[in-house]
């Protein structure tokens, strides 16, 4: 069992010229506590279950591009990248120095998108539902072409590249892992099965279910369901402790679940109680789990 932190709120005491120092903190605490994984919203407006829309809210990649300087063995990425929002070959190329400069710890987390009100509000392109999937197959089957160091012209449903040349090519090999984010049973978890490295699905009575879509996904399209890394979106309850973050793990470990991303409060610090609750996870989970 791994164990993730998202951080999804930049609101803190003192304004925004303390963003940095208390961002700083948070994700020095992260790597030195021996947490696996550090994700950022990829939004531009706060969303509304986390706060207002006015909150405090950074761009994505360069937010982890910031913490990929402070730190030296944690995993990034974005929870998830929303597909409209960067050409293609852009964000893979994002992604790809992200993994070149953080020494092969970038993830690419995306999804279909979902946030009309910040991408109306700043202009953003925001095409019906139908055309972000169709987007967002194009999306993993470039970023596919593009880690396997394929120029060849690429031709997709929405796109088109003429030499999709990515140099230089990523550290790890062969790509930074990629996460397709969203619960859809038709095509999200379709695409995940046919495309990605892992999943993400919100902790819930549901998770059990979309697992099992998944698993059915994966025999269709011939791919070893554990081959797959699932991730778990969870969050503790207020003053949560280390054995609360333990029982959740555990929990989810039996509902199938690989990697426990535990999603900040605003306003709260909880790596260190994670730092603590990952060294008693690896007592308690068996090995591979």
């Not at 730190?71 to 120095?97: C, D, F, Q």
């Not at 978890?189 to 993400?200: H, T």
């Amino acid at each position: 069992m791994r164990i993730g932190l998202q951080v999804p709120s930049f609101t803190f005491p003192g304004g925004s010229e303390r963003i940095a120092p208390e961002f700083a903190r948070i994700v020095r605490d992260a790597d030195q506590g021996g947490l696996d994984s550090l994700w950022v919203m990829d939004h531009l407006f706060q969303i509304h279950s986390v706060g207002p829309a006015e909150d405090p809210m950074l761009e994505g990649y360069s937010a982890l591009a910031y913490a990929a300087a402070l730190t030296e063995h944690i995993t990034l990425g974005t929870m998830v990248t929303g597909v409209s929002y960067r050409a293609p070959s852009l964000l893979i190329k994002t992604v790809t120095t992200l993994d070149v400069l953080s020494g092969g710890r970038a993830w690419l987390g995306v999804g279909a998108a979902w946030n009309d009100e910040e991408a109306r509000g700043l202009g953003l392109h925001f095409p019906p539902t139908a055309e972000r999937f169709e987007l967002l197959e194009d999306t993993l089957r470039l970023a596919h072409q593009m880690w396997k160091g394929d120029e060849a012209a690429f031709e997709g449903t929405r796109i088109s590249a003429e030499r999709p040349l990515n140099s230089p090519q990523s550290v790890r090999r062969p790509h930074p892992p990629i996460l397709v984010g969203g619960m859809g049973e038709k095509k999200t978890l379709r695409f995940v099965a046919k495309y990605a490295d892992a999943c993400n699905i919100f902790d819930g009575d549901q998770l059990p279910h979309k697992l099992s879509v998944l698993r059915e996904h994966c025999e269709r399209e011939g791919r070893d369901y554990a081959e797959i890394e699932k991730t778990a979106l969870t969050i503790l309850p207020d003053g949560g402790s280390a054995s609360q973050a333990v029982d959740a793990a555990g929990r989810l470990a039996e509902a199938g679940v690989d990697h426990v991303i535990f999603s900040q409060r605003p306003g709260t610090a909880i790596a260190s109680v994670l730092a603590e609750a990952r060294s008693e996870v690896e007592k308690l989970v068996p090995a591979g789990r």
